[in-house]
């Protein structure tokens, strides 16, 4: 059995205090009611359980009584103080080992329980076959669904103990009834340049309709987590809390679009509103914007302020270039060696279009994580970044891509934290649910020790981009600044089941058994990284610095001869030295490294306080003494005025080309 509470992150973000409070009575609540049906509780995870019974009858009849007695205690208590669960149950074998259980079993659980409405269970067919002739409770049928990493689709059993609460948690409801969910449009031509096309009608849509006040819209990489999925429209507005849901697909031959699209009811799988669409190329950003504006109309929602301005702009007048600029974005979010194709597509939309702003939003973004990532040394990368997104500001300033570009390269080579923040606010000022500028600047919070308001915009992230890897791993990737160890590590649980080969995220699970002292984990996380990296160069120090720590010096100092080797041919970060030397306890060489990463304006010199992997440091006087140059450099930077915005020059071939 699984549990979960609703909505808990909700109640989080509006009074930790009392969030808390009710979280420890909730425990000590289900912990009185587990031994009456002999459930043997092996561990929290966040909010919820993991509990072991000897047969699903048992299972379910404790589910039971534990939505019953919720329900009760509910309704005796103030709204604001109500938790609402949510119980998955599956059975089957499991693999004991030091008091937790593994398995398939486990897992199914785990995807089962977000299939539960609030104060209800849901079970699978293996559970039904052994309990539906034993209890009284009525049990509804969900037929043919698809869960995530489970092959083919399964039927799945529900009881609503309270049939007062729906799929959506009270906390939020009223706010989620003028609400869309954009579905991947389907390319419906073998051809694959038009998946990058259809790709962009969907991203496009959900930036235009989420200009829209009063309608709730969850960000496009939550959505595309859905693509390739066939999945049941009522559990797709369940699980993103939307009442409505827009699909479509494209068809394409030559300079001729096909385009549908179907506005479905959540609750019922009834449509609203379809429309199919015959026209030219040239006419893409005007199809986009009558879909919008029928959302709209069918929603009843109110267009504000100027009901003839269109809700879709087009960003350039070559076609061609937009083309270019969707494979950008989308080689883009890949990371990686995908950074470098990115860059390539960015540069030929802008030799297309060279008025192009939006392009050279990418463009900026790519060299920012291009420098991030240690595939081109700051120095290089971020002055390039900068001037990329004063040439997007430029040309348009409400570009909220282009403010969330130069807040980060502020942050992270300028070190003017001041102008940072301006630049972020400004970004989500103009685009509340663009997620990049949340997390970016939840990481430039942290580095301030702005704790709580860099945990509340990972939350606002969140809320907005639930099925996000990045979204999920930037929160972890907090908790672990933070050193909330425990809480990250059940984060980084939540990251893999979307995203199970995300190397950043065995990476951060790396970080957390090191810190607590769990060196077996820790390596072994490190070394699932450092193979799904194809032995990144970060990922390889992290190892060295585990290998350190648990006493394994030779196998660290063999990691650092290959960093050694690696640094001839390619950029190194003197930082990934210093870490390993840390690890391996060389604390002069260590602060040598640092004090080289300093001047290159290593971007991690932001963090360099908080991270844990150099307390070692913390009592060489080198290391204060860094820490203080850092201060003093955000300062002198503050009071240095903004620079003009300059045109950033356009090659015909990117650097990246031949490689």
């Not at 398995?103 to 977000?114: D, K, Q, S």
């Not at 506005?263 to 950003?285: G, H, K, Q, T």
């Not at 990250?488 to 790396?510: M, S």
Request: hydrophobic content about 40%; some cysteine; proline content about 4%.
């Amino acid at each position: 059995m699984f549990t979960d509470v609703v909505g808990y992150t909700v109640l989080w973000q509006r009074n930790e205090r009392l969030a808390l409070q009710l979280l420890e009575e909730h425990r000590q609540f289900l912990r009185s009611i587990f031994p009456r049906h002999e459930g043997h509780e092996i561990k929290t995870l966040g909010d919820g359980f993991l509990i072991q019974f000897a047969t699903a009858l048992a299972a379910v009849r404790c589910g039971i009584h534990i939505q019953k007695q919720l329900r009760r205690q509910n309704s005796r208590g103030p709204s604001g103080e109500r938790l609402h669960l949510r119980i998955g149950i599956h059975v089957g074998e499991v693999i004991a080992r030091h008091g937790d259980v593994f398995g398939e079993v486990v897992n199914m659980a785990a995807r089962l329980e977000p299939m539960a409405e609030p104060g209800g269970i849901c079970f699978s067919q293996e559970v039904f076959d052994q309990v539906h002739n034993s209890i009284s409770e009525p049990i509804g049928h969900l037929k043919q669904v698809q869960l995530k990493h489970v092959p083919g689709l399964v039927d799945l059993y529900r009881i609503a103990i309270d049939k007062s609460l729906t799929a959506v948690a009270p906390a939020v409801r009223s706010a989620e009834k003028k609400s869309v969910a954009v579905l991947p449009f389907v390319n419906m031509t073998a051809d694959r340049e038009n998946e990058y096309l259809s790709d962009g009608i969907t991203e496009d849509l959900i930036t235009a309709l989420s200009q829209v006040k009063g309608l709730r819209v969850p960000a496009s990489t939550s959505m595309f987590g859905f693509k390739g999925r066939k999945l049941d429209i009522a559990q797709i507005g369940a699980q993103l809390g939307v009442a409505t849901v827009l699909e479509g697909s494209l068809r394409r031959s030559g300079n001729k679009l096909r385009i549908t699209a179907k506005l479905i009811n959540a609750a019922d799988s009834c449509p609203l509103w379809s429309e199919r669409y015959e026209r030219e190329m040239a006419d893409l950003f005007v199809i986009q914007d009558e879909i919008s504006r029928a959302i709209v109309q069918a929603l009843k929602v109110r267009l504000i302020p100027e009901r003839d301005a269109p809700l879709v702009k087009a960003p350039t007048e070559s076609t061609e270039a937009y083309q270019l600029y969707l494979k950008g974005r989308h080689f883009w979010t890949q990371r990686g060696e995908g950074l470098k194709k990115g860059l390539h597509y960015f540069e030929l939309a802008l030799l297309e279009d060279p008025q192009y702003a939006l392009a050279y939003a990418g463009l900026a973004d790519s060299y920012l994580l291009l420098g991030y990532y240690g595939y081109l040394p700051p120095k290089e990368a971020f002055p390039k970044g900068k001037t990329a997104a004063l040439r997007c500001l430029g040309l348009n300033d409400d570009l909220a891509e282009g403010h969330c570009s130069l807040g980060y390269v502020s942050f992270l080579y300028d070190w003017d934290a001041a102008a940072a923040e301006k630049s972020f606010k400004r970004a989500i000022e103009l685009n509340p649910n663009y997620i990049t500028a949340h997390y970016w600047y939840s990481s430039c919070l942290l580095g301030l020790g702005k704790n709580e308001e860099a945990l509340a915009g990972d939350y606002r992230a969140l809320q907005n981009d639930p099925m996000s890897v990045l979204t999920n791993a930037h929160f972890a990737w907090t908790l672990v600044g933070l050193r909330q160890y425990d809480k990250a590590l059940t984060q980084l649980q939540k990251t893999l089941e979307l995203y199970p080969d995300f190397a950043i995220a065995h990476r951060l699970r790396g970080q957390c058994f090191a810190q607590q002292g769990r060196n077996p984990e820790a390596i072994e996380s490190f070394q699932k990284a450092v193979t799904l990296s194809r032995r990144n160069p970060s990922m390889l120090a992290w190892l060295a610095f585990a290998c350190g720590l648990a006493g394994r010096n030779g196998d660290g100092e063999k990691i650092l001869v290959e960093l050694h080797e690696e640094s001839k041919t390619t950029h190194v970060r003197a930082l990934l030295f210093a870490l390993a030397a840390a690890g391996l306890g060389q604390r002069e060489k260590a602060l040598t490294w640092l004090q080289q990463a300093y001047h290159e304006r290593d971007f991690w010199m932001q963090w360099l306080a908080i991270d844990a992997a150099f307390d070692s440091l913390h009592d060489e006087p080198g290391f204060s003494e860094l820490l203080k140059r850092v201060v003093s450099e955000r300062e002198k930077r503050a009071s240095v005025p903004p620079p003009s915005q300059s045109l950033l020059p356009v090659t015909r071939q990117s650097a990246f080309v031949n490689q």
